[in-house]
């Protein structure tokens, strides 16, 4: 059985919605899957109060929806609904069988996303499937003679169960693997010892965990995948970020945790990560504690 057989690609209309369209016609040829496009169109009452017709007002959305997915060199399927667009997706995702989801991200931060929260992350967290995010500097898409991805791995005791998931696609893009490990300044091992000798306990810890990642990725990704082992220092989300602006990468790939009161409205390293990277992130949720 294909890994992927049915991507669904929400929209807004936006330019990010632009790019994530363009992404998920990619990955449709790339998987030979199904597409189908979604809008979720909001209700408004006081369409009603001003004695406006509610039924022209959808058929123009779904015109509007018809037209903005027309550039589509892949089968596909438009469509319209109308509620909370997180929750609409994540309902959504169950009922038309997706295997994966492919959306853009507004790259709202700071007071902005604590104020209103992000429908992207609440879908990243929310739905059991992979979720592709592309944010709006991200790169088109183009082909690779090698796909290069970048995996973060915040745990090098045991393996996350949301990335088994994701060896089949792993290996559906035959791709090489950098395996990248931060650890933060709020690691127990910036203790007395780093300060009396900073450069062997780095040089210790870069060594020992390095190796502990490159056996954990094994363990994920199973044989056949090229893997490169990566240890830095610092703030998790600027680490990761830093790295894959290198330009070396096609995608970037990271677990999230379940979705929580404060996830909505709290900047996590997830939502920063996946609001400014320059390639598309395939994000796969754990449950919480994992």
């Known amino acids: 059985m294909k890994p992927i057989q049915k991507i669904l690609c929400p929209v ?73 667009p997180a929750r609409k997706i994540t309902a959504l995702v169950k009922a038309v069988s997706a295997d994966l989801v492919v959306m853009g991200t507004h790259g709202m931060r700071g007071a902005a996303h604590k104020l209103v929260g992000s429908s992207t992350e609440s879908v990243v967290r929310s739905v059991s499937v992979p979720v592709v995010t592309v944010a709006p500097g991200c790169a088109s898409p183009g082909l690779a003679p090698v796909e290069t991805v970048l995996v973060p791995l915040s745990l090098l005791s045991r393996a996350p169960r949301g990335y088994v998931r994701l060896r089949k696609i792993f290996r559906e893009l035959k791709a090489a693997a950098t395996l990248l490990h ?25 060594a020992e965990r390095k190796q502990r990642l490159l056996s954990m990725g094994r ?61 598309p992130v395939i994000t796969v949720k754990t449950p919480a504690g994992k």
């Open 12 to 84: 807004d209309f936006s330019e990010a919605s632009v790019r994530a369209l363009q992404w998920s016609e990619f990955l449709a040829q790339k998987f030979d899957a199904k597409l189908a496009v979604l809008h979720v169109m909001d209700f408004f009452p006081a369409v009603a109060e001003l004695g406006l017709d509610y039924q022209q007002y959808q058929e123009e959305i779904a015109s509007k929806l018809r037209t903005f997915a027309a550039p589509l060199k892949v089968p596909h399927e438009t469509m319209l609904s109308t509620g909370d």
């Open 219 to 279: 363990r994920i990704l199973k044989e056949g995948a090229v893997m490169d082992p990566a240890i830095r220092f610092g703030d998790v989300a600027d680490e990761i970020l830093k790295e894959v602006e290198s330009g070396k990468y096609n995608y970037l790939l990271m677990s999230v945790k379940n979705k929580t009161v404060l996830s909505r409205f709290l900047e996590s390293i997830a939502y920063r990560v996946i609001s400014r990277s320059p390639v």
């Open 182 to 206: 931060v650890v933060p300044l709020s690691d127990p091992m910036f203790g007395s010892q780093f300060g009396a000798n900073p450069f062997l306990v780095t040089t210790y810890e870069t």
